[in-house]
Every structure is written in C-alpha cells, then in structure tokens.
T-cell receptor
Framework: GAGVSQSPSNKVTEKGKDVELRCDPI?????LYWYRQSLGQGLEFLIY????????KSGLPSDRFSAERTGGSVSTLTIQRTQQEDSAVYLC?????????FGPGTRLLVL | SQQGEEDPQALSIQEGENATMNCSYK?????LQWYRQNSGRGLVHLIL?????REKHSGRLRVTLDTSKKSSSLLITASRAADTASYFCATDLAGGTSYGKLTFGQGTILTVHP
C-alpha cells in the first residue's frame, strides 16, 4: 500500500515569507508526528496528533510554527515569517502502534 | 538534553565485518527502537525491543537492551556496502502522556567500504 507522502519535496523561500508543508499519512493510521532534522543532526520532535485528542505541541520551537490535521488524515505544518534557522528537513511520520512510518521529508531552505 | 546518546558518532568498516552501535538513555522507557536513514531523507524502522526484553534478532541485526545501565546496542553482522547509512535509536518514554511519542538520538553514521 501507499506509504507516507510529503509535499513539496523541496522548498526554497525568502526570509519572512510563510510556508506550508503537507503530510499525507498512511490510511487508517491514527497518530501523526512532525519532526525537524537540521544538517547532520538527529530528529527534533515538533508536534504529535493522536486521533481526536488535543495535539501534543510541546516541541514547537516558537509561535511561528503551527500545525493542523484535518479529518484525522492530512496534516499541514505552517511556518510563518520564516527565518534562516528554520532551514532543515521536515519529516512526517504516522503510526497505528509503536512503529512509526516516515515520509521522505521536505527540505526547506530559507534564503 | 538528548534522551538518547549514540556512540560512536561515525563508524567506518570493511564489507564483511560486523558493526556495533551503542545507545544510552536517561529515563525509564516502554521500548527502544532502531531506525535507519539513507541520504538524509525518511527513516526506516529496523527493530523494536521492549523494556522487558533483553535481546532480539532480525536477519543480520541483533539488538540488546540493558535497562539497569540504560543502554542498548545494535549489531549488524556481515556488513554490506548497502548498509551504509545513518542509524538512530529512539526511546518511547515510560509514564508519558503521549503514547508512542519517540525521542531520537543524534545517530551513528556507518560507512561500509566494498
């Protein structure tokens, strides 16, 4: 079956612009996660959606970052007024149990 | 600070040799998982070991868990050039309110030379 998909694959933007990153999880997966990975670093947890529960936003680095998950499926991560330090690969994962299935990521470059 | 600390940061071996990577963590866990990442893109799940397990095998992979030392190791036997990748451990913390939320280590970069 289809895996987790993310779009766009790459995004180049100018400092100060807003960007939206999309994640399509595996159908039927109740949990959805967003992570950020800076060059050569590990994964930094951003936000977690589980079913209809309130999302765990504890990893969002600032109020410029927000995410929503519509209809328990597709999720959008929005970064407002982007900064150069936001440049990273943004990874989405979904799960129905303990194992997480990752998408290919969106590589964001803020100039 | 990171929950997971991995050692070594980089490992370079010849094809056919075994590769061992270690992961240490700080707080009690429900389970520990190992993931592999190629070329800085999506991660692939390799193996999960629960807190009440000590060792698991999957093909050429062997994972151990020592909860008294809060450490785990991943052994890849008879390595191949295709095993070249970054390997991450991730912990599912016990007592957390977010079921399944993982905390990742910094990773070990493994290079296997043909």
């Amino acid at each position: 079956g289809a895996g987790v998909s993310q779009s766009p694959s790459n995004k180049v933007t100018e400092k100060g612009k807003d960007v939206e990153l999309r994640c399509d999880p595996i159908s039927g997966h109740t949990a959805l996660y967003w992570y950020r990975q800076s060059l050569g670093q590990g994964l930094e947890f951003l936000i977690y959606f589980q079913g209809n529960s309130a999302p765990d936003k504890s990893g969002l680095p600032s109020d410029r970052f927000s995410a929503e998950r519509t209809g328990g499926s597709v999720s959008t991560l929005t970064i407002q007024r982007t900064q150069q330090e936001d440049s990273a690969v943004y990874l989405c994962a979904s799960s129905i149990a303990e194992t997480q299935y990752f998408g290919p990521g969106t590589r964001l470059l803020v100039l | 600070s990171q929950q997971g600390e991995e050692d070594p940061q980089a490992l370079s071996i010849q094809e056919g040799e075994n590769a061992t990577m270690n992961c240490s963590y700080k707080t009690s866990i429900n389970n520990l998982q190992w993931y592999r990442q190629n070329s800085g893109r999506g991660l692939v799940h390799l193996i999960l070991i629960r807190s009440n397990e000590r060792e698991k095998h999957s093909g050429r992979l062997r994972v151990t868990l020592d909860t008294s030392k809060k450490s785990s190791s991943l052994l890849i036997t008879a390595s191949r050039a295709a095993d070249t990748a970054s390997y991450f451990c991730a912990t599912d913390l016990a007592g957390g309110t977010s079921y399944g939320k993982l905390t990742f280590g910094q990773g070990t970069i493994l290079t296997v030379h043909p």
